[in-house]
């Protein structure tokens, strides 16, 4: 089992541009979430995913959107990059009745606007 | 959602007991406390989770007090490879609700 992964490792973008960052859940989960964690903090909801849904979504403007396809994997867009944008990306995965409040991170996309 | 506060940092030297604790004191009756652990350069890891009393996996124990407006992560004789930041947590048992991090406690082992 491959657990989360995530693709792009490290990415470099120039304000206004448009990024797309992927996620793979851990096998048998079919619930993604997104988070934004700057340097120095802990990591921000952004939104979360299930039956190709966005489910609930934290406090970010909609600049960020998401996609999630049948196979459970995820997208997050972020359009019109701002400085301000510049963080780890994390996704997680969980499956949809988790027993407990555990979620699957993966080692994250650092993006840097420039 | 409850509030919580914790220690911005703690340096131990290896193969001390080290306690970190969490206040809470706005928890709810649904809510369970949860802690994490996360490296450099990964994401955050689930360590442990508990509503009462007492907890304890291969990893930590997790002393929750009678009031629960408190809680202590106990890591027995760290290592330098436990170096990590461990966040508390406070919410609704579900693996599917929102994770709401501060900013944790940023734990240093020493040889």
């Known amino acids: 089992d491959a657990g989360v992964t995530q693709s792009p490792t490290h990415l470099i973008k120039t304000r206004g541009q448009q990024v797309t960052l992927r996620c793979s859940p851990k096998?048998?989960?079919?619930?993604v979430s997104w988070y934004q964690q700057a340097l120095g903090q802990g990591p921000q909801f952004i939104f979360q995913?299930?039956?190709?849904?966005?489910?609930q979504r934290g406090n970010f403007p909609d600049r960020f959107s998401g996609h999630q396809f049948p196979n459970y994997s995820s997208e997050l867009n972020v359009n019109a990059l701002l400085l301000g944008d510049s963080a780890l990306y994390l996704c997680?995965?969980?499956?949809?009745?988790?027993?407990?409040?555990?979620?699957?991170f993966g080692p994250g996309t650092r993006l840097t606007v420039l | 959602l409850a509030k919580t506060t914790q220690p911005i940092s703690m340096d131990s030297y290896e193969g001390q007991e080290v306690n970190i604790t969490c206040s809470h004191n706005?928890?709810?009756?649904?809510?369970?406390i949860t802690w994490y652990q996360q490296f450099p350069s990964q994401g955050p890891r689930f360590i442990i989770q508990g509503y009462k009393t007492k907890v304890t996996n291969e990893v930590a124990s997790l002393f929750i007090p009678a009031d629960r407006k408190s809680s202590t992560l106990s890591l027995p004789r760290v290592s330098l490879s436990d170096t990590a930041v461990y966040y508390c947590l406070v919410g609704a048992y579900s693996g599917n609700t929102p994770l709401v991090f501060g900013k944790g406690t940023r734990l240093s082992v020493i040889a």
């Open positions: 997680a995965s969980s499956p949809a009745r988790g027993s407990r409040n555990e979620q699957f």
């Open positions: 995913y299930y039956e190709e849904e966005e489910r």
């Open positions: 096998s048998g989960h079919d619930t």
């Open positions: 706005n928890i709810a009756t649904n809510d369970y």
